[in-house]
């Protein structure tokens, strides 16, 4: 008697112990790497240490004070 497959491979997969809880992370973009200035990467640095922040979280908040927000006055719409 021939073994018939009711479901297929990749709902196996799915259903079994391993993938049955699958974690949703945040996916993040990361940015290229970029060539700087050395004056502008020693004052990013500086900075940094200043407000006791990571080099990460102070870029984070540039790019939102920059883009984060919508500027309404510069759109024609």
């Keep these: 008697m021939p073994v018939i497959k009711k479901k297929s491979t990749l709902e196996m997969i799915d259903n079994s112990v391993s993938f049955k809880n699958k974690i949703k992370y945040n996916k993040k973009v990361l940015l290229p790497n970029t060539t700087c ?19 990460s979280t102070l870029m984070n908040e540039i790019l939102k004070e920059r883009y984060g927000k919508e500027n309404n006055n510069n759109e024609d719409d």
Excluded: I, S, T
């Design 37 to 55: 200035d050395f004056y502008l990467v020693k004052n990013f640095k500086k900075e940094a240490q200043q407000r006791k922040w990571k080099m």
